[in-house]
């Protein structure tokens, strides 16, 4: 069984929750890393690994609030990961999540979703939830 990966967010960093067994795949924060490759190695890794054996259905969401154009890249290559998942036969869902008082984000996740052909969600909430 594939070992559970959880960073804790930082001021700079998101936090990370991607549990095989669970069904939990979450980037949540910030992604500002001073080394996004540092940083991003450990996680593209352990989903290229998930990649070969993942869940019948992967549901990932991101609930990031700002990151830096470092991050894009890194972005885009996680999208990539799981649109070789779907595209193998096995049903992912991306879940980009945003404060509804951000709309920029809200617009970002369209982006990102134009990328991908993946099922994506691109869903607001309010902070007070």
């Known amino acids: 069984m594939q070992k559970i990966l959880n960073i804790a ?3 700079d960093t998101p936090s990370v929750v991607f549990d095989k067994a ?5 980037l949540k924060g ?3 890393p001073e080394d996004v490759n540092e940083y991003y190695d450990e996680l593209i890794a352990w989903l290229e690994e998930y990649k070969e054996d993942p869940n019948p259905e992967t549901i990932f969401t991101f609930n990031l609030e700002y990151y830096n154009s470092a991050s894009v890249r890194k972005i885009v290559d996680i999208l990539l990961i799981l649109d070789n998942i779907h595209k193998a036969g096995k049903k992912v869902l991306v879940r980009w999540l945003y404060a509804d008082y951000d709309d920029k984000m809200g617009e970002v996740g369209e982006d990102f979703k134009i990328l991908v052909e993946l099922p994506f969600e691109i869903v607001s909430f309010s902070k007070e939830d």
Do not use: D
């Open 22 to 26: 669970n069904g939990k795949f979450e």
């Open 9 to 11: 967010e930082t001021k």
């Open 30 to 32: 910030k992604s500002l």
